[in-house]
Nanobody
Framework: EVHLVESGGGLVQAGGSLRLSCAVS????????IGWSRQAPGKERERVAC??SMSGSTRYKDSVKGRFTISLDSLQMNSLKPEDTAVYFCTMGGDCAYVDEHWGQGTQVTVSS
């Protein structure tokens, strides 16, 4: 069974940086994708980034391009803005089109202005 555990969330001032980590266990295939999604209070959940393990290709939500960098085990977030405040979830699936198959428990990121 696939198990995902996020860490690294916290409180940071606007313009600051945070690095979220995702520990994955139970993988049975070399081909998979890792994604990060977030949900702010009162808003729908949205995907912010995805990476394919075989090709290394990445995808980003427009609002985080140039600020966030995804790798297979982390999400580096720079130049954070108050609107980035949300619970961030690590997800995993077969590829970026189906990356929401498995979810972690989430980690809170709060950006103060």
């Amino acid at each position: 069974e696939v198990h995902l555990v996020e860490s690294g969330g916290g409180l940071v001032q606007a313009g600051g940086s945070l690095r979220l980590s995702c520990a994955v266990s139970g993988l049975t295939h070399d081909a998979y994708a890792i994604g990060w999604s977030r949900q702010a209070p009162g808003k729908e959940r949205e995907r912010v980034a995805c990476i394919d393990s075989m090709s290394g290709s990445t995808r980003y939500k427009d609002s985080v391009k140039g600020r966030f960098t995804i790798s297979l085990d982390s999400l580096q977030m720079n130049s954070l803005k108050p609107e980035d405040t949300a619970v961030y979830f690590c997800t995993m699936g077969g590829d970026c089109a189906y990356v929401d198959e498995h979810w972690g428990q989430g980690t809170q990121v709060t950006v103060s202005s």
